[in-house]
């Protein structure tokens, strides 16, 4: 801190400006016992404020310094002059006189006010003496004219901020209190005091003196040695105009000139504000612009304090005023957390009621459940709106049983209002936690009602055009786009999806953009297509990563949509770390529908790793958590879906009749019911059902995952019936698709020799891609298609890719065609490949490549 001064006294002027007990004499006294070079120091009073007085002060301190000797020309003013010219004339040229750098100390040059004064330093200061070093301390920026030096560089500040303990110094100022806190200790007391000397002093005294039972949670600017000292030392030397202004908007933690003005009932907000943090450190900018303020903690402890003891009748008064300006500038908490500091209790339950509502689907959800909380028992029926604040606490803590009564005596209650006005806002309200409710349970159709209920009202309404309309809206819409999502319309649902996004963006709720927006991720996984499903779960998921909410409840359907895109990437490990990621966001508040999702999630990848008998115990589990009420027949249908995968991973060859107990009646089946229903067909070897399955193709929105499959399992199909050719056109048309999507799965659960043949041909046939080598690769790799064990049977590389074609129709003529070699050369290597695997025939030869493991 020394650093400091030492540089500042190299300019004409040093100003150490702070507020009262900031430390600022300590610092600059200690500071000039360490000089070797003589100070002068003049401790001022408001009787100083006398031109003769003031000067012959300074001259008697430079004495006191040592400084002035008796011929010197400041010597005349010992006398000091009456006249003003006179006395100018002799400062200038005396102080130009002085010895290098002479160092003038003014302490608390705040208490000089005299206009005659301050233009004698003024021009002084005009053209500054150059041997003369002036530092002024000072509670507030003096009234001097410094522009043009501070302009020029040539004025040094020390303020407020430079002033602030460390840690370092907080901890020995409480050690020399007799306190040993822990470095965690010191920050809380640092926060609390701000680094202020004089709180820190008291503060320390005060926990010192509790002898151990007082904690810095205690430390307050209502203990009494605080507010004696912020009483006497700060507020009392305050105008009584500015002190009732501090007194009453006291109330609120920052401040701004509208608020001011709306507390006090007066105009001169802003002006007092800036005027109030121009002259002392108890009044905080925040913000480079003068709009919001602050007080000092202590402070403002303080001022409620000191507001309570002689005035506590306007107490709930200043704060149903604040209450309203935050209303009307849309900052719902903050009006709340005041009418309930005003015990408006009716009020309370009308903001609620008209602004607060979408508060339960955003991020100050917390905050704003903590406010409802607030609320005491016996005035939580008093109201409709009140009633409906029950609620929201009904519907967070999971009674969801108990909800329908509560709304339904608030309805009633608001049935007795003769006034519509008042009425509609409430009874729109009460719509949104019934929609919720169900929601949570998994009733869709009563879902799909209610918010219909909700739309139809808002559109009639003709004043429904605000902010609090659009987020009804935009709740609404969601709620009514996913509940379409799961009772299986997925053409209504996208349209309210994405008309629900665009209505939360519009009204600044984000969470429910990001939970429609998951939610149409979930459709297009589902019936539509995986690539866009990705994009839409990846924008959800960067944006709550960013934001911090990552585990919020209105990611979960991203997190779920993003497990399944990995599924069918194949990424296992991708898809159960996004699985994980939603089961917690889940935890938070779970609904019916989402946890047989995340069951289903489970047990298909249990599946997909062949673990068939793991992937059961979910569906099992599924089944026993199924919530009674829960009606999602697209959920039930994938369900179904997953337990068709399952029975065909477990031997579904040897159970046909599971596809029709499993599955729903032909006239009924979607196209992806289709294909599974064809796979059930192909493992009991009936070729032309499962061919008369797949003659199918949606109509609806592109389900290119069952259009994957179905591809890849028609063209296994037609080289089974011995279509070799129209199976590689098929496979190729698929492999494109897959390739676009991303889609990889397929080809894994279907995965056997003869479509690793079929792939062989449409890469020997020019269909060559990096995805189709690559799904090559890993599928022998996960089946034993193993190149290196054939050649373990002494089998060449050539002789391999003939094997390959053995489990299919094709004659050694077209086989040779594929491999565009003559048909003795194929001739000679089937003789070597039945030779080297001790096979009389073709039939024998696959067999035997198959038990070792080579096909």
Known sequence: MFSLLDAGVQNPVTLVCAGAGWGKTMLVSTWARTRTAPVAWLSLDKHDNDPQRFWGYVLAALDAAGIVPPNHALAELRSVPTDERERGRLLSSGFGQLSNKTVLVLDDFHEIDDPRVLQEMNDLLRRPPTPLRLVLISRQLPALAVQRLRAEGQVAEIRADDLMFTDEEAAALAHGHGLELAAAEVGQLLERTEGWAAGLQLGAGFLADGNGGRSIADLAGDIRSIDDYLTNEVLANWPANERRFLLQTSICERLCAGLANAITARHDGQ??????????DFVVRLGAKPLWFRYHH???DALRHRLSLEDPAAVAELHRRAARWYAANNSVLEALDHSLAAQDWPYVGQLVATQGAPLILSPQQDAFLKILQRVPPDQSSSTPELIFCSVVLLFQAGNYEAIPARIARAREMLGQRGDTATRR?????????????????????????????LLDLLAADASADGLVATQQRAVALNHRGLALLWTGRPEAAARDLRAAASAARTADLELTEMNATGHLALLQIFCGSADEAAQLATGVRTLAERRGWRYSLQTVA??????????????LDAAQEALRQGTHAHHGNPEAAQRLVALGIEARLAVTRREPTRARLFLDEARRERSPRLHAPTLDRWMSLIEAEVDLASGGSEQPHRADITLAPDATLDFAHRVARARFAFAAHDLRRAEELLRYSPTTLTQTVATVEAGVLGAIVADARGHAMQAVDQLRDTVALAAREGIRRPFFTMADSRLDAIMQRLRLLGGETPFLDQIISEVRAGTGVSADMAIAQGLSEREIEVLRYLPTMLSAAEIAGLLGVSVNTVKAHLRAIYRKLGAARRSEAVAIARQRGIL
């Not at 002006?271 to 002392?280: F, K």
């Not at 806002?425 to 219909?452: D, F, H």
């Not at 497990?563 to 990437?569: I, K, M, N, P």
């Open 558 to 571: 991203a997190h779920f949509a993003q497990a399944l895109v990995e599924l069918e990437r194949h990424d």
């Open 271 to 280: 002006r007092t504000l800036e005027q109030l943090e121009h002259s002392n």
């Open 298 to 300: 202590l402070m403002r």
């Open 425 to 453: 806002p409430t009874e729109l309200m009460l719509l949104t936690p019934e929609m919720l409710a169900e929601r949570a349970v998994g009733n869709m159709r009563a879902v799909i009602a209610v918010s219909t209920q």
